[in-house]
């Protein structure tokens, strides 16, 4: 139905400013605005112009707020406020108009008014409608049809009882101390005869619990009430007998009982209890056809509720408050209120948190074929798995396998078929104070194998051991440090130094030179033969291979050294080549075929002196022609 003349809103305890649609009244006082019912005088103001009013404080959040026009029907408020004639006076067009919509205001608001504090017919099922309100001083019906109170529903006998209801109100007086409980009769009204009724016992507007909190019984026709456990009461004791035999609902009954249509059903038949369906399939079956059927469980504060919404079925607390999962009587799992699963323990630190006092073992169980696992996901990211297929045991990062463990204990770290106990395909790396890689026979004691670097003095050594159970000890077979390599046989530090250390070695080639021992004159080689091969190892340098000679007039040296002798002082002296001269065709002027040559290096010196056996320099004439060989072989201590 149309609404004339109010609008009704509720406060979300921040908006301060409410609009109304209804004509603009004659005047900005006839505006009224309600919350909960109760006008305000105060702390709002009525904007007429803009058809709204606006709060200084915001209602709060589930208020009431009522907008309402009140056009004055009184006489003197309507001639004062809307329209005066006055005797001997002109009729002008707006007193008239204000007449006018004055009356057509208040008919407008009678029948808002009505229609939303009293009786109404809803335009929707044309059924009566009271607007949520009670309807008070309604006479007990005489009619099958006819509406009934509260008061006459009260006494009314139930399903089963033999006797009609009565109830008692006992003066806090009325009550005697026995022992801890508090003793009263029931003498006013008559009591009923029968001792096994059901009653409702209200105490300061608490309904009592039988057995628990008071007992009714007779003797010789006085009915004794006894609250149990409880101190003088201090209002009014409330007692109400409902006609009804505790035993109306007992196996006497024969067939079902229905309520209200179907709201509630007892199956007797099938012991079976409904709560919204007439068949229940279960001993207790609640159902609410197109809405969200919910059993609730609650303390008046800590609340749990079972039920199935959109969201399907469900089963946990509405209120701020742990869920606790009982076995045994014994509390097993907790999930908390912010969300945390505690199996063994009810504080989770994480969003799982299992502990036991013995082993703590998660076991993901699937088929005998089937991959089962654990997935770690961070969003925007690819998953972290760790899975088992066929008894192995794989770790994946980025969506690629990492480690893999076989079912016979190798494992793989870059390969998904590790060869041996411990298979790595890529680089590996240990890291410590003293990282040590133990390599250790299980038959035999003392047969150990022991890798490891050791940082002493500045100074980084990297040791291989052997022959020793005890960590980090045993006898040094090889150092590797920044002095070079040693091979001791000891762990003496001395054995580490750099005089005792290999620290240098090279391979590779030279081009050879063959020049007069003066410089006068000229000697060439030729380009196919030119080259010599060198070893260096320590400063030890080891030369060999083949030169041969494409031009010659004079005396020659060896010379392209790829290092320079060492000084006598380092421990070197002169040394000593082989040479072995292959004439192309005996020797130059016929006279000296197969004489005997000597080659030498001195300190300091970066080439090789061709002198005679008996030490003067060799003569090209004597010896050295074009196609001649000579072949090197020797060694020198580098400077």
């Known amino acids: 139905m149309p609404i004339y003349s109010y609008n009704r809103y509720t406060g979300d305890a921040t908006t301060t400013t409410f609009s109304y649609t209804f004509s603009a009244p004659l005047d900005a006082s006839h505006v009224k605005v309600y919350v909960n019912d109760v006008e305000q005088t105060s702390g709002v103001t009525v904007n007429t112009g803009s058809t709204n009013v606006t709060f200084t404080s915001a209602p709060a959040n589930g208020d009431v707020i009522l907008i309402r026009r009140q056009t004055p029907k009184a006489k003197a408020d309507f001639q004062s406020q809307i329209a005066d004639f006055t005797g001997g006076s002109g009729l002008t067009e707006a007193d008239l108009d204000n007449a006018v919509i004055g009356l057509l205001y208040i008919l407008q608001e009678t029948i808002d008014f009505a229609e939303s504090n009293g009786l109404g017919l809803d335009q929707n099922d044309e059924h009566w409608t009271a607007e949520n309100k009670r309807i008070k001083n309604l006479a007990d019906p005489s009619s099958t049809l006819d509406a009934v109170t509260k008061q006459y529903v009260d006494n009314l006998s139930l399903y089963g009882a033999t006797t009609a209801p009565q109830a008692y109100t006992l003066a806090s007086t009325a009550f005697s101390t026995s022992g801890s409980d508090q003793v009263a009769t029931l003498s006013d009204p008559t009591p009923l005869s029968d001792n096994d009724l059901m009653y409702i016992v209200e105490v300061g507007g608490v309904i009592q619990k039988p057995t628990t909190d ?50 509630l059903k007892v199956d007797s038949i099938n012991n079976r209890v409904g709560v919204g369906t007439t068949s229940p399939d279960f001993e207790l079956e609640v159902e609410e056809s197109g809405g969200s059927p919910i059993v609730q469980v609650s303390d008046g504060t800590r609340k749990l509720q079972m039920g199935s919404d959109t969201n399907n079925p469900f089963i946990g607390t509405s209120t701020e408050h742990d869920l606790r999962i009982i076995s045994n009587n014994t509390e097993q799992m907790r999930i908390k209120s912010d969300g945390k699963v505690g199996i063994g323990t009810n504080a989770p630190a994480r969003q799982l948190h299992t502990t036991e006092s013995g082993d703590s073992i998660v076991r993901v169980e699937g088929g005998a074929t089937s991959a089962v696992g654990i997935e770690f996901l961070n969003s925007g990211k690819d998953a972290t798995q760790l899975y088992s297929t066929n008894e192995n045991l794989q770790i994946f990062t980025n969506g690629t396998e990492r480690i893999r463990v076989e079912s016979d204990g190798d494992v793989g770290i870059g390969t998904t078929a590790p060869a041996e106990q411990l298979h790595v395909i890529g680089n590996g790396r240990f890291q410590g104070v003293d990282p040590t ?33 005890a960590f980090n000890s045993g006898v040094n077979k090889l150092i590797f440090s920044e002095n070079g390599i040693n091979f001791p046989n000891g762990t003496s530090s001395a054995e580490r130094t750099s005089a005792t250390a290999l620290d240098y070695y090279e391979e590779g080639t030279f081009t050879a030179g063959l020049r007069s021992d003066s410089g006068a004159g000229t000697i060439t080689l030729n380009s196919s033969f030119n080259t010599l091969a060198y070893t260096r190892i320590g400063r030890v340098v080891y030369i060999t291979g083949k030169i041969k000679i494409s031009y010659t007039n004079k005396r020659a040296r060896i010379t392209g050294l790829p290092f320079s002798a060492a000084n006598l002082t380092e421990g070197a002296g002169a040394s000593t080549f082989t040479v072995a001269l292959l004439a192309a065709s005996g020797g130059g002027d016929g006279t000296d075929v197969g004489q005997s040559i000597e080659a030498t290096i001195d300190e300091g010196e970066s080439h090789i002196t061709l002198e005679e056996a008996d030490g003067t320099t060799v003569s090209i004439t004597e010896h050295f022609k074009v196609g001649d060989q000579i072949y090197v072989s020797g060694h020198y201590f580098a400077n």
């Open 214 to 263: 008071y007992t009714i019984t007779s003797l010789d026709g006085v009915f004794t009430l006894t609250l149990l456990n409880a101190s003088a009461p201090t209002s009014d004791v409330h007692v109400r007998n409902l006609g009804l035999a505790r035993n109306v609902f007992s196996s006497d009954v024969d067939g079902d009982i229905t309520f209200d249509g179907g709201t």
């Open 437 to 469: 890689v133990r390599f250790k026979t299980t038959s035999t004691s003392n047969k150990n194998l022991q890798l490891t670097t050791t940082h002493s003095s500045g100074t980084t050594y990297l040791d291989l051991r052997t022959n020793n159970d």
